[in-house]
């Protein structure tokens, strides 16, 4: 039987082939994927401009309507800028008069409009999202693809919400049209290029959250299925921020005490989303969600903070520095009896921080002495803090490449000398002393290190003379040799790595 | 609270241990439980020495209780974890008692990430061939179901890859629970489950019984094909295929054809790429007569298709798809269905989908034979030699081969040579440097006298070339010319313009010049390499350049073999010996080690086998990848300047090599 293949799930999503992706923009032919369904079908037929609602006797106004919403179902191929011009006209027309007439008019909401609105909106917004024009798309840099039917689209959408606005809406009435396959539907168009869209679906889905409470069960867990796909699929989702923007507000309202459900929401899936590479993208909506779960329940900290220190961004100092923003928005609002239960942890990982050779880095951490909140939660604790900070604040204050962070670091000893004198006093007499500690203790674990190659030599040797008695299905066997290279070569780079960093 | 007896003996370390063999076990356990992620992970990926030092009783009773209890740690501990543990079976004493290492990795199982997930089913199917029948029902079916009935659906996805490696080999009755417990998971309410489901259930079909396959699977398959997401539908193609491999052919009409035949009119390009791309495993499993019927007219849609991807996926397929034809119809169905969208393709819009076409187009001409290449095929190629991308143009030009066989490549010389022309001055150097490949190739085909009057001046264009791989693979492309046409072609043709290169202002391509000479000097042979090359080599051992001079010593170690014994003492050897005096030590040290011949050269291979593992320790610590490649590259130079390096190297050595690496040396 074959293992696993350790990639199945990239190829999940196997349609990152980068050079296919990187295709040119050819309008003419890359028609939006919405058309193909429709590319057998006979050309467009043409639509003509029916009577103004407004001039309709209202008993002729309700068939009236319907017939619009009807006509507005037409589908045209906005990538063909030459065809069927006066047709988009009409239906363009068409639209902006359903806005208005929706948005205006009181009464006109009847039942039987309701399947139509639907129908209207789903034959106009839901499609398969065409594949991205740049595989490398980066949302801070490049220009994003543009939705080529925006025009219809856009009113469209602004239909569609002033339809949900309406004083008339019922979502009783509405319930039987907009259900969970819609909620589906809507939502994976999040993925959409476009930020106008997007901006657009925010509101709609904001709504729709708001007016049907028997949706925000399936709208949660299908925000989380996207989530999931996101972290530990694709990596690959535009919405994200929007979504989370929706959940902000979500999470707002959540009533106490929290439910399971949202805790694990919380824990599985908001600090996971810490870990996708276009954090930078949607920290803000994200750091926001975190921080409103820790003010609804500040029982919350200490795994909230755990988690982070779980998945402290190890060679992106980008992110580390979006980390450091994060818990200093957390501790803004930390109980002390919280801030207690997390403060080793932490602070070990802020006074690695500190010492990043990044100064982007060690400036963020070190900003955290100029919170007053922070400082007097560091004060009421310093007989646990300053002992973890001490070593590489000293340390940094003699060898930052950066002034500024030697400036800053100058700044911070002075406060905390100020805090407790005494403890300073002893850290600094103890440094030397400690690091000459550190460096017998290192020292030995190197020791032990080779005595234990030694040691697993002879076992192999042992092994190896015992063979035909002990079929060992090490995987080492046969590479004795070259696995003793590559311990000789391990032993050099770790010898490099300590005896340069370490200085 | 298993593991209270390891946890004894970690403080143990410091103070001196009787047992000394426990000693550094005793470390390691303590290592395992070290605050740095990076020595946690050391330890555990030296895991087997622990388990070897334990001995299987100890390894079961106490070092596996400890793992199971340490499992929330970095994923990529985890990932190291899950690793170790699928070869651990010798380890705890046998095939006998493998099912102790099934609670650590039912954990793995259930972690997010995906690597550390997948790499535990990976290991759980690994020892799942090591249990017996009654060990597999007693301790990993269990296992397998529990998983399934997760409640987070990290496990429900764990167990779908575990199903099929225990089907085989327990009774009907569990058979049947492992049967349902996969339905279940077909229909779960995650997305992520059903993928995961999907993605399985071609592997699972295999291991049923067919009347299963039938009842079962069938249902399955159609139910994923129609999924709300198009992330599983997409799956669901890939299975039908490897269902339809296991069907009779009476059954698949009924069965799987109207679910394919939906996938690939699917309203997500996604779903029908996926078709286009599995098209040449779909055409064998369903046989000639389905192939006529139903693939022909999908294949030309996909084609046709709106979306570039899927376009290009389908292009290139088109070989493939018209060699698998049934030869009694194969030529009929390509020229009436197929070349049309072929044609059509080749002035696509999309650049890719041309690219993926000229990949394969070519092929077309073996089927097709003399004439139809001729009148059909020959004008799409010309088309292609003169696309405006040069990927297309490259592509046609690099499966030459298979149309000189049918028509011969004179045909199309008209419209090579410009397409040549052009690509040998393209401003990527990938591309210049992906035309010197085919050269020797096109030499041959086209002759001597054509490469002579159009060819050779671009080959000799190339030596100057401001890209170093592109002047390296010219040198190259030389010897293998020479190789074809010969060493008085040599002489006459390329070795003047060579050795005129000696005397250029550029020591670049002076240092060419050496070059073209060390690939040149055993294929003109002895002759032509004393007579003309060595004086030239000798003059330019007063070069100015210690770069060129080194160069030169080296390229005298290098053409050694080709001249007799007598000029090597008479005249080599002095101008050496000069050499090995020189002000430069780097000039000195290739003359030394040209004089002292071929010992070294062995040295230099040894420390050479090291470049690759310590560029693999390296890239899983902190290292950028270029910096890597400096660094070894630098390593290595290290090891051959320093060639009695003490065997336990002391500290200032490596200082020495880190300021190396970082280029304050040499």
Same mark, same amino acid.
């Given at each position: 039987m074959e293992p696993v293949p350790s990639d199945w799930i990239i190829k999940v /999503?196997?349609?990152?082939r980068k050079s296919v992706r990187k295709a040119v923009r050819q309008r003419v032919c890359q028609s939006s994927s919405q058309f193909a369904a429709n590319s057998s079908r006979p050309a467009t037929p043409e639509i003509s401009a029916l009577p103004q609602l407004k001039d309709a006797s209202s008993t002729e106004q309700h068939e009236l309507f319907m017939q619009k919403l009807h006509q507005c179902c037409v589908m045209f /191929?906005?990538? /063909?800028?030459?065809?069927d011009l006066k047709s988009k006209e009409t239906k363009r027309a068409t639209l902006s008069e359903l806005v208005d007439y929706v948005s205006t008019n009181r009464g006109v909401l009847v039942e039987p409009v309701y399947p139509e609105i639907t129908t209207m909106v789903s034959t106009n917004i839901f499609r398969t999202l065409p594949p991205s024009e740049n595989p490398d798309f980066d949302p801070e840099e490049d220009e994003p693809t543009l939705e080529a039917s925006w025009p219809h689209m856009q009113l469209v959408y602004e239909f569609f919400l002033r339809f949900l606005e309406n004083p008339d809406f019922q979502p009783n009435t509405a319930k039987r049209y907009i259900d969970q396959k819609f909620v589906l539907q809507l939502l994976q168009l999040? /993925?959409?290029?476009d930020p106008r869209e997007r901006e657009f679906l925010k509101t709609v889905l904001h709504r729709i959250y708001g007016k049907f409470l028997g949706l925000r069960a399936c709208v949660r867990k299908q925000i989380n299925n996207i989530f999931l796909r996101y972290i530990y699929e694709t990596e690959h989702f535009n919405g994200v921020a929007e979504l989370l923007e929706i959940l902000g507000s979500i999470i707002n309202g959540f009533a106490l005490p929290l439910k399971a459900e949202h805790k694990q929401f919380l824990m599985k899936i908001l600090i996971p989303l810490h870990t996708a590479k276009g954090l930078a993208l949607f920290h803000a909506q994200l750091a926001y969600c975190v921080v409103q779960f820790i003010e609804k329940d500040p029982t919350l900290t200490e795994v909230v903070v755990r988690g982070l220190l779980k998945f402290w961004?190890?060679?992106c100092s980008q992110k580390e520095v979006m980390f450091l923003g994060e818990i200093e928005e957390i501790l803004d609002v930390i109980e002390p009896t919280q801030f207690k239960k997390i403060q080793e942890p932490l602070f070990k990982q802020i006074s690695k921080c500190v010492a990043s050779p990044h100064f982007q880095v060690a400036e963020r951490a070190l900003y955290f002495w100029n919170n007053e909140y922070i400082l007097s939660l560091i004060e009421e604790n310093n007989a646990k803090i300053l002992p973890i900070m001490f070593g590489n604040l000293y340390r940094i204050s003699k060898e930052h490449w950066n002034p500024t962070i030697v400036a800053l670091v100058y700044n911070v000893l002075k406060t905390l000398m100020e805090m407790n004198g005494t403890l300073f006093d002893e850290l600094t007499a103890s440094y030397k002393a400690d690091r000459q500690r550190e460096k017998k203790k290192e020292q030995e674990r190197e020791e032990l290190w080779r005595k234990l190659d030694e040691l697993r030599l002879q076992e192999r040797i042992a092994i190896q003379n015992n063979r035909h008695d002990i079929q060992f299905t090490f995987n080492n066997n046969n590479n004795n040799l070259q696995d003793k290279n590559e311990n000789t070569a391990a032993a050099v780079t770790d010898r490099i790595e300590s005896d340069s960093w370490a200085k | 609270k298993n593991n209270v007896n390891i946890k004894e003996i970690g403080p143990g370390m410091a103070g001196a241990d009787s047992d000394d063999s426990l000693y550094p076990i005793a470390v390691l356990i303590d290592e395992l439980r070290n605050e740095d992620v990076q020595l946690r992970l050391n330890s555990i990926k030296k895991l087997s020495t622990i388990a070897l030092a334990l001995g299987v009783e100890r390894t079961r009773t106490e070092l596996l209780p400890f793992l199971t209890d340490t499992i929330y740690d970095e994923d990529e501990v985890l990932l190291a974890l899950a690793e170790q543990l699928g070869n651990f079976t010798m380890l705890v004493g046998g095939p006998e008692y493998v099912h102790c290492l099934l609670p650590p990795l039912e954990s793995l199982a259930t972690v997010e990430e995906t690597v550390v997930r997948d790499k535990a089913v990976e290991s759980l199917r690994k020892i799942s061939h090591e249990h017996s029948p009654v060990d597999l029902e007693v301790h990993f079916e269990p296992l397998v179901k529990r998983l399934a009935s997760g409640d987070w659906f990290t496990s429900r996805t764990s167990a779908c890859g575990l199903f099929s490696v225990c089907y085989p080999r327990v009774s009907s009755t569990v058979k049947a629970e492992i049967r349902q417990h996969f339905r279940t998971l077909c229909s779960d309410d995650t997305p992520m489950v059903r993928r995961a489901a999907a993605s399985k259930l071609g592997e699972f079909a295999k291991v049923l019984e067919l009347e299963y396959v039938k009842s079962d699977i069938i249902s399955l398959f159609t139910a994923l094909a129609s999924d709300e997401q198009d992330s599983v539908r997409l799956l669901a193609v890939e299975a039908g295929v490897s269902i339809a491999t296991l069907l009779p052919q009476e059954d698949l009409e009924a069965l799987v054809m109207p679910t394919l035949r939906q996938a690939a009119e699917d309203k997500s390009w996604r779903v029908r790429y996926m078709v286009a791309d599995k098209f040449s495993d779909l055409q064998k499993a369903v046989g000639p007569e389905i192939t006529k019927n139903d693939l022909v007219p999908a294949f030309q849609n996909l084609l046709k298709d709106c979306e570039a991807e899927v376009r290009a996926a389908a292009a290139n397929k088109v070989k493939e798809f018209c060699e698998n034809?049934?030869?009694?119809s194969r030529e009929t169905i390509i020229m009436t269905h197929i070349l049309p969208c072929v044609k059509e393709l080749v002035s696509d819009t999309n650049q890719h989908v041309k690219s993926a076409l000229a990949s394969v187009i070519m092929g077309l001409s073996t089927i097709l034979g003399k004439d139809n290449t001729i009148e059909h095929l020959l004008p799409l190629f010309l088309a292609q030699l003169k696309d405006e991308c040069p990927e297309v143009r490259l592509n046609i030009i690099s499966n030459l081969d298979c149309v000189n066989e049918v028509i011969g490549i004179r045909q199309l010389s008209q419209s090579l040579l410009p397409a040549i022309v052009e690509l040998a001055e393209d401003a990527k150097w990938r591309v210049r440097l992906a035309i010197i490949e085919y050269m020797p190739l096109l030499a041959g085909q086209l002759g001597v006298e054509f490469f002579d009057e159009k060819l050779n001046s671009l080959c000799m264009a190339w030596l100057v070339d401001h890209v170093y791989a592109i002047r390296e693979a010219a040198t190259c492309n030389l010897m293998k010319l020479v190789e074809k046409f010969g060493a008085e072609w040599a002489q006459n043709t390329i070795v003047p313009k060579v050795l005129g290169m000696a005397n250029d202002p550029n020591y670049l391509h002076r240092m060419t010049t050496l070059f073209c000479i060390n690939a040149l000097s055993e294929v003109c042979g002895q002759e032509i390499t004393t007579k003309h090359m060595l004086p030239v080599v000798f003059k330019m051992s007063n070069d100015q350049v210690a770069n060129v001079r080194f160069n030169v010593a080296k390229s005298l170690q290098k053409i050694g073999p080709v001249l007799d014994s007598n000029c090597l003492q008479t005249e080599v050897k002095p101008v050496l010996e000069k050499l090995a005096s020189d002000q430069d030590m780097d000039v000195k040290y290739f003359a030394q080690e040209a004089i002292s011949g071929s010992s070294t050269g062995l040295f230099m291979e040894k420390q050479c086998a090291l470049f690759p593992l310590s560029k693999k320790c390296f890239r899983d610590t902190w290292l950028p990848k270029c910096f890597v490649q400096l660094f070894t590259k630098q390593t290595i130079l290290l090891f051959i300047l320093t060639p009695n390096l003490p065997a336990e190297p002391s500290c200032s050595v490596y200082h020495h090599l880190l300021n190396l690496s970082l280029g304050s040396h040499i």
């Open positions: /999503d196997g349609f990152t /191929d906005f990538y /063909d800028t030459v065809t999040f /993925d959409s290029e961004p190890k060679t | 034809l049934p030869e009694d």
